[in-house]
């Protein structure tokens, strides 16, 4: 085998072992204790009864109804979903049961991050409600002051509105454009997006304007 067809077998190779991985894992993942599945949606890392490492008793219960619908997304200006809270508060070490109802016709989900990873894959707490309907699930947060973004990972969903925070104790501060709560700081980004747009028509015009002097040049 020469050096190049070497290089082509190990990077097949490298491709093929590193999808059977990923495939493994999304097995595993269907098959997750904690998680429900039918036509009205589902619920992923739900947690009734196993206690973070860092607590030694459930210091709080908690029960939250949370309504997803696009009329929660009118009072705040450029967006088209929303909540009808983008802010809850919980005690560290608590046990939170989430009621979340979907008005629209579209899936909407409500997915928390930051959880460890030891008690919920990804560190996830993930619920999704088909249009009409309403799921319920329950976590236990650890013993940190955290504050846990929320969102729905629809594409676009969070962009538009269905962005929120949970905040365990006093928090870790406010995440960024959550509706009604913090500043838009994405509109920094849009900035810099335009910029960035500017440069690359500047670098299409400079590629066009050396191609036709390389092809002048070789045509004389
Ligand atoms: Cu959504």
Redesign the pocket.
Known sequence: MSRCELGVFLFFSLLVGASSVYGVDEHRHHHMPGMSMDVSGMVMGNNKDKLPDDCNEITGEYEINVV?GTRYAKPYASTM?GFNEHEWRVKPCSRITVNFK?E?D????WMLHGLPKYLYDRGMFHMEASGGHTQTGVFIVPSDDKTYLVH???AQ??E?G?KAQLIAGSGSGDLWSIPGISADFERVGGIHGKKGSLIGLFAVFAFIVAFIIVFRLFSL
Not at 106 to 109: E, K, N, P
């Open positions: 997803a979903f979907n629209d579209v899936r909407h989900q729905c990972d629809i969903h969070m538009k269905m």
